[in-house]
Structures are given as structure tokens and as C-alpha cells.
């Protein structure tokens, strides 16, 4: 059985405090992290999370003075208290879209957010959502990933929204970075914090390929192949469900629905491939 979560101090200007809203699709609660230079006052919130006062009360705690909040992606379990708590703490809100954001601009790709010497480097890594950014705090060589990679099991690509395309570029942008040596730890937005950053982005390009060619072979059984798939066969009303009852005959049917919107975007990648 899996260790339990509970967030904390994780290198020397990183702090997770996690959020009470545990499920299937959060793991152990969202990860609100609060990235601050040692010794400084002010800091950064990066997914205040919900809408919780006991959850935010700890985060006002632990962050002290605030000057921005960052956002990794538009999911309501991370943005539900965005603005509540920027108005409480007296900044603006910052995300990559400006649908999003408050009071503060937008984020841009390769943009150092420099708060009392704390320097995070914005990313731009599509794929889980279209507005995914990581952050790269890299004195800590430590890269928060928001949803993009979780602390446990591989993170969910559900169509429209997730892109298979995108999503494989930004693990070879995250993976370059440790190949450069600028990154040995990836902080997730939800579970534990994982030390082995080139192993983890590994086994997700591993996995992700072999769900694929699961996919490719249920399409056999079927009687199709990715090259009759037209371009816009995410939107079909029959097959991505019978896909589902090939590739996950062994689940259980109540998490079939869910598949079903994993293998639409599988199959719109395949059909472009």
C-alpha cells in the first residue's frame, strides 16, 4: 500500500501544503505549493485549490506575503479559490490564460517570476489541458509540473481539451531539462513529490506507447487501422467505445466512461500520426 501524502518542505524553497479533497481523479487532495527563497518574506502560491477555509488559513500561514498567484491549468480543483485568495492576500492572480488571471497579466513561455530572489521559470507544456505550464525553480533543480506528471499512476489526456501531440513534445522538453542536468525532482500537483525525474518521464513515454498500441490493436480486432481513421474521429459516436470494451474489457464498466474521453484523444493522435 502506497505511503500517505501530507505535503510539506521539499528542497530548499518549496513547501506543499495539500489541500482536504481527496478522490480518484485527485489522488490525496490538490498540492498547493508555495515557492519562497530562504529566508524572504514574500513568496509565491502556485493552485490555492479549493474553496476551503481551513485549506486556505494554512496556505496564508505558510506563505506569508504573497505577491503572485500561479496557476498550472484552468481545472476548478485548482483554481476554485484563485481570486478569494488573491484578494485576501492582496495580489493578483497568473495563469497562461488570461481568462484566468486577475488583477496581473498573463504568464509567457520562458518568463523568470523573480519574488525576493526566488526565481521560477515559466514553461509552457500543453497536453493534459491546453493552458498546462510547469515551473522550473532551478536552484532547487526541482520542476513543479502541475497535472502534467502525477505523484502516482500516469496523468489522465481526455479529449477535447488533452492533446496526445503536445503532451509528448512537453515530456521531451521536461525530460531534456534533466538531461542538462538543470532538474532532478518533479513537484506534481497531486501526490508525493518524485526524486527519480528521468525515470518518471521515462515510463510515461513508455506508457503512453503502449496504451497506444493497445489502441492499434484493438482497432485490428475491429477491423480498422489508424490509416482509414479520419481526422475527426474523436467525435464518433460508436467506436471509441467499442475500443473501450477491447482495451479495458478487464475494468470495471464504471470507469468506462472515463476511458472513453482517454481513448477519443488516443485515437485523433493516431489518425494524424
Not at 506569508?64 to 485568495?85: K, N, P
Not at 538531461?179 to 518533479?186: F, K
Amino acid at each position: 500500500m502506497a505511503e500517505a501524502w501530507t505535503g510539506g518542505e521539499h528542497g530548499d524553497r518549496g513547501r506543499c501544503v495539500l489541500a482536504p479533497n481527496p478522490g480518484i481523479m485527485t489522488l490525496d487532495g490538490t498540492n498547493t505549493w508555495v515557492l519562497r527563497e530562504p529566508g524572504a518574506e514574500r513568496s509565491i502560491v502556485v493552485d490555492p485549490g479549493p474553496l476551503d477555509d481551513a485549506h486556505l488559513d494554512g496556505v496564508a500561514e505558510a506563505a506569508g506575503q504573497v505577491d503572485h498567484v500561479l496557476l498550472t491549468h484552468h481545472h476548478l480543483d485548482h483554481t476554485e479559490a484563485a481570486r478569494d485568495f488573491a484578494e485576501r492576500m492582496g495580489c493578483g492572480v497568473r495563469a497562461l490564460d488570461p481568462e484566468l488571471c486577475w488583477r496581473a497579466e498573463p504568464v509567457t513561455d520562458g518568463e523568470v517570476v523573480d519574488v525576493a530572489g526566488l526565481r521560477a521559470e515559466v514553461l509552457t507544456t500543453p497536453g493534459h489541458t491546453a493552458d498546462s505550464i510547469s515551473l522550473l525553480v532551478a536552484d532547487d533543480r526541482a520542476l513543479l509540473t502541475g497535472d502534467m506528471v502525477l505523484g502516482r499512476g500516469t496523468t489522465v489526456i481526455a479529449h477535447p481539451d488533452g492533446d496526445l501531440r503536445p503532451y509528448f513534445a512537453s515530456i521531451a522538453r521536461m525530460r531534456a531539462l534533466v538531461s542538462e542536468g538543470r532538474v532532478d525532482t518533479l513537484w506534481p500537483a497531486h501526490g508525493p513529490v518524485l526524486p527519480d525525474a528521468a525515470g518518471v518521464l521515462d515510463y510515461y513515454v513508455v506508457h503512453r506507447r503502449e496504451r497506444l498500441a493497445q489502441v492499434e490493436s484493438a482497432l485490428t480486432r475491429l477491423g480498422r487501422s489508424p490509416a482509414d481513421l479520419p481526422p475527426d474521429v474523436a467525435e464518433d459516436d460508436t467506436l471509441p467505445r467499442q475500443v473501450v470494451e477491447v482495451v479495458y474489457q478487464d475494468v470495471d464498466e464504471s470507469l468506462w466512461g472515463a476511458a472513453e474521453w482517454s481513448v477519443r484523444a488516443q485515437l485523433a493522435y493516431l489518425a494524424t500520426r
